[in-house]
């Protein structure tokens, strides 16, 4: 049951992320997939197993970009989740040929619209970090997914220049995406445990090339520490 805080952080995130979407640089396909494609190929070397006609949930699935790849790679089927009307539009005009195997529903994080254990994967790349409280929503992740499944979560990493540009943008005025919080991976793995999670591998991951200075500077700094960069990589079991 959502509260009447968690119902207003809703609303306002709701509001925040139909902005963003219907921007032309965040909203873009091309530039979405490659950011998709970079968190899945390191989430999947972290030994992710995904059997065939697995039944997948996408919590914030925006445009549907990961869920449509993921089916098509390995003939899923499942549904992708998201508080922005904006993206779940553009997500089922974009994936009507598939709406045998893909659905799209408007959900919150913190409620979402299935049974317990309903799920063999579910992920969640960039959600956790934007609500109020991050292991709430681990938790509810955690409550979608089968015994013997997995959750993948891709998060922002604390140790990155990452914050300091979020902070500098929230000051300047120019940061659009609301709350954002950035975690190291002792952090993560409590709120993961908390949750009951096991079996719990990181990965690190630089940003895209399209973000050319904290890319830059993340990958020079990484030569001299071997956990630094933009993106903290999860995969957890139940």
């Known amino acids: 049951m959502v509260s009447d805080q968690q119902g207003d952080a809703t609303r306002l995130g709701t509001r925040i992320w139909n902005s963003v979407w219907i921007s032309k640089s965040y909203g873009d396909?091309?530039?979405?997939?490659?950011?998709t494609q970079k968190k899945l190929s390191r989430i999947l070397e972290l030994g992710l197993q995904i059997?065939?006609?697995?039944?997948?949930?996408?919590?914030?699935?925006g445009i549907g970009t990961a869920l449509g790849s993921l089916v098509d790679k390995y003939c899923l089927h499942g549904y992708g989740v998201d508080i922005c009307n904006a993206a779940l539009t553009r997500a089922r005009a974009r994936f009507q040929s598939r709406s045998n195997l893909l659905g799209f529903v408007m959900g919150d994080i913190n409620a979402l619209p299935f049974v317990d254990n309903t799920f063999d994967l579910v992920i969640a790349f960039g959600v956790v970090e934007h609500i109020d409280n991050t292991e709430e929503g681990i938790k509810e992740c955690y409550r979608m997914v089968r015994s013997g499944g997995i959750c993948a979560f891709a998060q922002p990493h604390k140790r990155s220049f990452g914050p300091i540009q979020r902070r500098l943008s929230s000051m300047m005025g120019l940061w659009p995406y609301g709350c954002q919080r950035e975690f190291t991976a002792k952090e993560f793995e409590r709120m993961l445990r908390n949750a009951g999670f096991r079996d719990i591998r990181f990965a690190i991951e630089q940003a895209c090339s399209d973000m050319v200075l904290i890319h830059m500077l993340d990958s020079l700094l990484r030569l001299f520490i071997c956990d630094w960069g933009f993106y903290l990589l999860a995969t957890a079991g139940k």
């Open 29 to 35: 396909p091309e530039r979405r997939s490659v950011h």
């Open 51 to 61: 059997p065939r006609d697995a039944y997948i949930l996408d919590v914030g699935c």
